[in-house]
């Protein structure tokens, strides 16, 4: 792969986990900020798009330096949190669906625990330590996080369901009932991530249906006035899919999962905790054969 007409200023999409980040989940690999932050200097436009809630991703927002939209929940936030001039846009799951889901007495019988969040808050039926490190739930102060019972005292429309099965016995029961909601819903399974542990195979996740990073490619492009053959993009797993196919120059990580590497223009030489993402930026955007 290759670039063409180098002098075009680039929208440059980012995945965190598995992607920008390193395994740890904690910390980029040197070499990616460095050509992440230069390119930002050289005018392109880089932008994060997760899986992750907000409260998990500004850390790296501001070690980047970076003042672009960021957007959480693989497209179902997008917002800007430095300058406070793009209107929020959520698209969430109505509260009637999700009293819906959750009320189901299948689903309720089959879940050993139920996390339900919203763009600024998050509530967990049970304490568990898996969960709140995967979801970050106590990442940032001025974000509400409860332990309750999420029949009584959930209000309001949800970005992000999951559902936290109390064995496989169960799934694909689960599966069928959700079918109910599939013109408001979509449904994942927790490894989507990339995370294989017991705890996140069990873990059912629900989005808005149109929420998806090719969805917010498009609205990030027009945006910044970009056309979007020519942005770049870099995933590691299936919830990149949509922003891969999208983009001109959508790159799978090395580590990444083996379907989304046969749908990208290119994959990185390197992995993530090679720093993958700042070795091929950096080569792409010098004109090189990649």
Not at 269 to 283: A, I, K, M, S
Request: aromatic share 8%; proline share 2%.
């Amino acid at each position: 792969m290759k670039l063409q007409h180098l002098s075009k200023k680039r929208l440059i999409l980012v995945d965190l986990d598995g992607t920008v980040l390193k395994s740890d989940g904690q910390s980029i690999h040197p070499k990616t900020v460095d050509v992440l932050v230069k390119a930002k200097n050289e005018g392109h436009e880089v932008c994060i798009i997760t899986g992750r809630p907000h409260r998990a991703s500004m850390r790296f927002y501001k070690q980047l330096g970076l003042s672009t939209l960021l957007t959480n929940f693989d497209g179902a936030h997008i917002h800007d949190p430095k300058k406070r001039r793009f209107k929020r846009i959520v698209l969430p799951i109505s509260e009637e669906i999700v009293k819906g889901i959750i009320n189901n007495e299948v689903i309720k019988d089959s879940i050993d625990n139920l996390l339900i969040e919203s763009y600024n808050k998050a509530l967990v039926q049970k304490k568990d330590e898996f969960i709140e490190n995967f979801f970050h739930l106590d990442d940032v102060e001025d974000d509400d996080y409860f332990i309750s019972d999420p029949y009584e005292n959930w209000e309001g429309p949800a970005t992000n369901v999951c559902l936290f099965l109390k064995n496989n016995d169960h799934k694909d029961e689960v599966y069928r009932q959700l079918e109910k909601f599939k013109h408001s819903i979509k449904v994942q399974s927790g490894n989507v991530y990339g995370n294989m542990s017991n705890v996140s195979v069990l873990m059912i996740t629900l989005t808005n249906k149109i929420a998806n990073k090719g969805f917010v490619a498009e609205i990030l492009a027009q945006y910044y006035n970009k056309d979007v053959r020519d942005v770049i993009a870099f995933g590691d797993q299936m919830n990149d899919y949509d922003m891969i196919r999208k983009v001109g120059y959508g790159v799978a990580m090395k580590n990444g999962s083996n379907d989304l590497k046969n749908v990208a223009a290119g994959i990185t030489t390197l992995t993530n905790d090679e720093g993958g993402v700042g070795e091929y930026l950096e080569r792409l955007l010098n004109g090189e054969e990649v």
